[in-house]
């Protein structure tokens, strides 16, 4: 018989080197800044200038090593309000990102639950499909949808020149004739709804779809008004799928880097474009890292308001199997 | 009664206009003879032609594609094996380990691509294509656990035990009994694994490097400059092939389907 730590020990330690440590390092990076090895200069008597390490080692070039050390600026650093009202818009845009996808994808999980559509599987799919094209270029795409020259814009334009009272009027509510769309926050939002909305969608549609559909005669039977047994039977028996896609859809909102740059044109960066600009550009790994430690917390902080963690683990009775 | 239903229908109708009105453009543009995203400038397949000699975006293509199959291979072995290391350990064991492989899930994509980046740099690990799989294959696990897992809960514990006592070796009636009841669990793991990988950007940005990029990391590159036509056509072929895939398996499994044409299950590699 197969010995059962034979088996555990490989993918144990696989998730340790690849789950734990990562981790780890995010930490110690976290509480961590870089500086210069400290070296006290030496005159010899020729007047040459050697260069001594704290451990005693002497070089005659110049030490140009970096060490980490222990520090918690960059906590501080991350409390500046620059950083804190990154945090409070990423969370705003998440927020009503997740309300948004919630109020337009409940009710297609509904409608496509009901009995209006014959293949209500093969409509889901349908809504799930265009998932499959990259995101980047969907993301891409609307941009060139909503551009200052445009399609809407010039779909909006046509239907100005063919009304001209619709035109008068629109300017004199101060509706300009080229509309910017782009790069704002209300952009940035709308590229997260396209993007998130059927993380929103699956999984209160899969809870919905198995609810006993005997409990909804009943209460209609019982004398329950449709939108009282909604109320009663439907909404709260829906209520998991609801909280896996408030998940599905918050986490990758609060932290995403490239929508923002996208559909926000850089002017409306969010707390994940300040975490990939320290790994590029401005290139301080440490102070990513606490930034990183930050929104793991947001996250986590979260998910153990809607009580999501640690649900995974149905009871099962311990057998061997191998 | 009627009104309302045609309300809902429209109302369907809408979203899925949402959802497919950037599609249907990218792959107008796909068509599209100018290489202004602003004007028509008449039908033409010259992108389709181009884009099979462009060595960049082959390259690509073949990267997202190697490390993709690659990475759902790895993970799908580690991690069924892992599902049933794991349902096998004592309860205690078991659920510090659960919460340990369902971590990356529970993280946002940012904050495990920035860890593994900083794991490759502690081990002096040079970035490129080595580290792009090994981080793959480091998020694609979870998923493939978790469909796996349901499927050993399903398993009925005396099928192992009568193997064995048939005297089958534990590689024999793995291979013979527990491999095809879990199979099902076995392939949408990998199918999932397989999907994540090729859509994945946010952890390929941060674990890639030495001028090793694939589909996703080429298209944010290029986001900045312009998009070129060729890519859009390629999308366009890759969403075909997906289309027709899914909905040809799809339409098969209704047809099949003795109820009334109403289906529970569809597959959706979710």
Known sequence: ?322 | MNWKKNLRKAYIGLIMAFLYAPIVMLILYSFNNSKSRAQWGGFTLRWYHELFTDEAIMGALGTTLSIGFLAAAISTVLGTFGAIALFQMKRRPRQAMLSVVNLPMLNSEVVTGVSLMLLFAMAHIQLGYVTLLLSHVAFCVPYVVLSVMPKLRQLDPNLAEAAQDLGATPMQGFLRVILPDIMPGVFSGFVMALTMSIDDFVVSFFTTGSGVSNLSITIYTMAKRGISPKINALSTLIFACVFILLIGVNLQDLRRDPRKGKVEKVRIPY
Request: glycine share 6%; proline share 6%.
């Open chain 1, 1 to 322: 018989m197969m010995r059962n730590k034979a088996l555990a020990a490989p993918f144990v330690l696989w998730a340790m080197i690849f789950i734990v440590v990562p981790l780890v390092m995010i930490v110690w990076y976290g509480v961590t800044i870089e500086e210069p090895i400290p070296y006290t200069e030496i005159v010899q008597p020729d007047g040459s200038v050697i260069y001594q390490l704290e451990d005693g080692s002497r070089t005659t070039e110049k030490p140009w090593q970096k060490r980490a050390v222990f520090s918690l600026n960059n906590f501080r650093r991350m409390l500046e309000p620059t950083y804190l009202r990154l945090l409070l818009r990423s969370l705003k845009v998440a927020v009503i990102t997740t309300a948004i996808c919630l109020l337009l994808g409940y009710p297609v999980a509904l409608i496509l639950t009901g009995r209006d559509f014959k293949r209500p599987a093969l409509w889901l799919l349908l809504l799930i499909l265009p998932m499959w094209m990259n995101f980047l270029l969907r993301t891409y795409s609307w941009m060139s949808i909503l551009e200052n020259s445009g399609i809407l814009n010039s779909w909006i334009a046509r239907l100005r020149e063919a009304i001209p009272a619709l035109d008068e009027w629109l300017l004199s509510m101060g509706v300009r004739r080229r509309i910017i769309f782009l790069y704002n926050e209300n952009a940035v939002i709308l590229g997260m709804v396209y993007n998130y909305l059927s993380f929103m969608i699956m999984p209160i549609y899969t809870v919905i779809e198995k609810i006993d559909k005997s409990l909804l005669e009943a209460a209609a039977d019982l004398g329950a008004s449709p939108v009282k047994s909604f109320l009663r039977v439907t909404l709260p028996y829906s209520l998991p799928g609801v909280l896996e896609g408030i998940t599905m859809v918050f986490v990758p909102a609060v932290t995403t880097f490239v929508i923002s740059q996208l559909m926000g044109g850089g002017k409306v960066p969010l707390i994940g474009d300040i975490i990939q600009n320290q790994f590029g550009k401005s290139s301080d790994w440490h102070f990513g890292a606490t930034l990183s430690l930050l929104v793991m917390v947001v996250v986590l902080a979260f998910m153990g308001a809607l009580g999501r963690i640690d649900k995974d683990d149905e009871p099962h009775k311990e057998v061997r199997i191998l």
